[in-house]
């Protein structure tokens, strides 16, 4: 008994002056070791407040202005109303950021309930971009002309404007939604297409160090 006791008291001597560190825990899960987990997990000069302002059409408002009409018929979803209201804001000489929301409005709606091809749609986006000033509305359709690329199945396209949208400071797109656009765009290591497209990264050095992080991870870690 002697001894147990003895035992007791030296293990209880090693816990006290060796506590558990909870910080070690991060270390044990298995999507630490991701190789994608070690490039977002500290995304560089992304700074402020990580919350995003209304998408374009997004907020609510009383329907007794044609603006107003235009995003009760977009967030009920109401093709034939909203192609209605469109053009009747398109005709109320809106100026300024009510303008812009307005086309980027229409742009959407083609994406949503258009037949378009996506190379016209994605034009859409950019030519509402050669002449849009408002950043949210601006950060909005960069995202969109991501996603674009990502249903035509160009995820190394869609896969660069959300790693540069991720660095900027004005993107009205959280890191939440980055992150998790880039996880569905890339997996946890790339996939095929990436190495198959490798070369098409080594345009900036923010997406070259990307690809290569990705790409050079041996083992893949399973959850």
């Known amino acids: 008994m002697t001894r147990l006791r003895l035992g007791f008291v030296a293990a209880a001597g090693v816990l006290l002056a060796c506590p558990f560190d909870q ?11 991701q190789p994608f987990s070690s490039w977002y997990s500290s995304p560089p000069r992304r700074t402020g407040k990580d919350l995003s302002k209304p998408y374009a059409g997004m907020q609510r408002s009383l329907p007794e202005t044609p ?4 995003r009760l018929a977009y967030i009920t979803q109401q093709p034939n109303a909203a192609a209605k209201a469109l053009a009747e804001a398109r005709a109320a000489g809106l100026t300024g950021r009510d303008r812009e929301e307005v086309e980027l409005v229409a742009a959407k709606l083609t994406m949503r309930f258009g037949d378009a091809k996506p190379p016209a749609v994605r034009k859409q986006f950019t030519d509402f971009l050669r002449t849009a000033k408002t950043p949210e509305f601006r950060s909005e359709a960069r995202g969109w002309i991501a996603h674009v690329y990502y249903e035509e199945g160009n995820h190394t396209e869609a896969g660069k404007i959300y ?3 991720l660095k900027r400071n004005d993107s009205n797109l959280s890191r939440d939604v980055l992150l998790d656009s880039l996880r569905m765009n890339f ?22 160090v990307f690809a290569i992080q990705l790409v050079t991870t041996p083992v893949q870690i399973r959850l």
């Not at 603006?67 to 235009?70: D, E, K, N, Q, T």
């Not at 997996?187 to 497209?197: A, F, K, S, Y």
């Open 187 to 208: 997996g946890h290591e790339g996939g095929q297409q990436m190495r198959d497209h490798i070369e098409e990264y080594f345009d900036t050095a923010d997406h070259a």
């Open 67 to 70: 603006l107003g009409r235009l």
């Open 23 to 33: 910080s070690l825990r991060e270390y044990l899960h298995a999507q630490f070791w």
């Open 163 to 165: 790693i540069d949208e």
